[in-house]
């Protein structure tokens, strides 16, 4: 059974840093790839940064420059550091494991960004 759980979420003032982490269960994660989405109230989830196997990495337009993404397989962790934080990164983050057609999910962090 692979299960992801991610923390590091919390209130933070625009301008601040968060690092998100996601540790997954199993034995898979250093042949997967990994993807960190958001969702924001009343839109709809979007892809923020994603990570390959082989830790090729690519981030959405609106973050780049901010936000990083990194995998530590030793730790079977994927991370999500996140710097020059706005109000409009607002959102529950979730961590995603991709590997053929295996699709998991975790349960979410919620990350705040408010003076």
């Known amino acids: 059974q692979v299960q992801l759980v991610e923390s590091g979420g919390g209130l933070v003032q625009p301008g601040g840093s968060l690092r998100l982490s996601c540790l997954v269960s199993g034995s898979i994660f250093s042949r997967s790839a990994m993807r960190w989405h958001r969702q924001a109230p009343g839109k709809q989830r979007e892809l923020v940064a994603s990570?390959?196997?082989?830790?090729?990495?690519n981030v959405a337009e609106s973050v780049k420059g901010r936000f990083t993404i990194s995998r530590d397989n030793a730790k079977n962790t994927v991370f999500l550091q996140m710097n020059s934080l706005k109000p409009e990164d607002t959102a529950v983050y979730y961590c995603?494991?991709?590997?053929?057609?295996?699709?998991?999910w975790g349960q979410g962090t919620l990350v705040t960004v408010s003076s």
């Open positions: 995603n494991l991709r590997l053929g057609i295996l699709n998991y």
């Open positions: 990570i390959t196997f082989d830790s090729s990495t």
